[in-house]
């Protein structure tokens, strides 16, 4: 059973810094595609970030980049988004999410397999 477990979610101002955990646990992870999504209220599910487990090589929506870093610790499974200049249009449920199938980050959540509970990220102005 293949589980992904979110943390670091919370109320942050506007400008302030989050960090998220994603910690993968059931199978090796050392081949899957890593990604973040998230989902304000109202809206659709949308991409953020996502990382090739092996090479390092990331992908960001035009909306978090220069703002969010996606990085990894393959001795510990975990993937986590760091989260900087935090915006109010920032605040949405964010998840986890890792692709079996496809070597480099991409945007397609179809393509994802396993996904999180989500973790609650709040930005006040």
């Known amino acids: 059973q293949v589980q992904l477990v979110e943390s670091g979610g919370g109320l942050v101002q506007a400008g302030g810094s989050l960090r998220l955990s994603c910690a993968a646990s059931?199978?090796?992870?050392?081949?899957?595609?890593m990604a973040w999504f998230r989902q304000a209220p109202g809206k659709e599910r949308e991409f953020v970030a996502a990382?090739?487990?092996?090479?390092?090589?990331?992908s960001y929506a035009d909306s978090v980049k220069g703002r969010f870093t996606i990085s990894r610790d393959n001795d510990k499974n975990t993937v986590y988004l760091q989260m900087s200049s935090l915006k109010p249009e920032d605040t949405a449920v964010y998840y986890c999410?890792?692709?079996?199938?496809?070597?480099?980050?991409?945007?397609?959540?179809?393509?994802?397999?396993?996904w999180g509970q989500g973790t609650q990220v709040s930005v006040s102005s």
């Open positions: 999410a890792a692709d079996s199938d496809n070597y480099l980050p991409h945007q397609d959540p179809y393509e994802y397999d396993y």
């Open positions: 059931g199978r090796s992870f050392s081949r899957y595609v």
């Open positions: 990382m090739s487990w092996v090479g390092g090589s990331t």
